[in-house]
């Protein structure tokens, strides 16, 4: 019961730690890459909205 209690424990601190790495603020490089697609075609949208 002892190691039963003692592995609920351990699992419940690993899944709240990864839980808080993966709420960092910092972002990785494929997130920053994504953004700066996605405010590239932004702005090719607008100035094709432009041209018309």
Same mark, same amino acid.
């Given at each position: 019961?002892?190691?039963? $209690?003692? @592995? ?12 808080? @790495?993966?709420? @960092? ?15 590239? $075609? ?8 432009? @041209?018309?």
């Amino acid at each position: 019961m002892k190691k039963l $209690v003692s @592995a609920f424990i351990f699992a419940n601190v690993l899944v709240l730690g990864a839980g808080v @790495a993966g709420c @960092a603020e910092e972002k990785g490089p494929m997130e920053k890459m994504g953004e700066s697609i996605d405010e590239g $075609v932004e702005e090719v949208q607008d100035e094709i909205d432009d @041209a018309t």
